[in-house]
């Protein structure tokens, strides 16, 4: 499964941003994570496959919303309220996996990447 990320840019403070990602198979439970430099990738939000149940990261829970279409087999990442500590490379995982709910953080969960997506928000 190959994933295509877009979206992304800068923006200042309190504004919002738009990323997507498609993937070219089928997809169980789609992930987002982030990364900045010297730091490990950061879990941000995940949705189930079916009767859609997401999962947010304390940081963005509130200001980050979720939501994909199974038809078209892609995932939207609204992202609002932004803040400088939102500055990251994003990325979009996929996993293939039986639903593990409290595997759905860990990166290792998920088989596919995008090639990340740079997002600055400027204070």
């Known amino acids: 499964v190959q994933l295509q990320a877009s979206g992304g840019g800068l923006v200042q403070a309190g504004g919002s941003l738009r990323l997507s990602c498609a993937a070219s198979?089928?997809?169980?439970?789609w992930g987002w994570f982030r990364q900045t430099p010297g730091h490990a990738r950061e879990f941000v939000a995940a949705?189930?496959?079916?009767?859609?149940?997401?999962y947010y990261s304390a940081s963005v829970k509130g200001r980050f919303t979720l939501s994909r279409d199974n038809a078209e087999n892609t995932v939207t990442l609204q992202m609002n309220g932004l803040k400088p500590e939102d500055t990251a490379v994003y990325y979009c995982?996929?996993?293939?996996?039986?639903?593990?709910?409290?595997?759905?953080?860990?990166?290792?969960?998920?088989?596919?990447w995008g090639q990340g997506t740079q997002v600055t928000v400027s204070s």
């Open positions: 995982a996929a996993s293939q996996s039986r639903m593990i709910q409290s595997s759905v953080p860990v990166d290792t969960y998920y088989q596919f």
């Open positions: 198979g089928r997809v169980n439970t």
């Open positions: 949705i189930r496959p079916s009767n859609p149940s997401t």
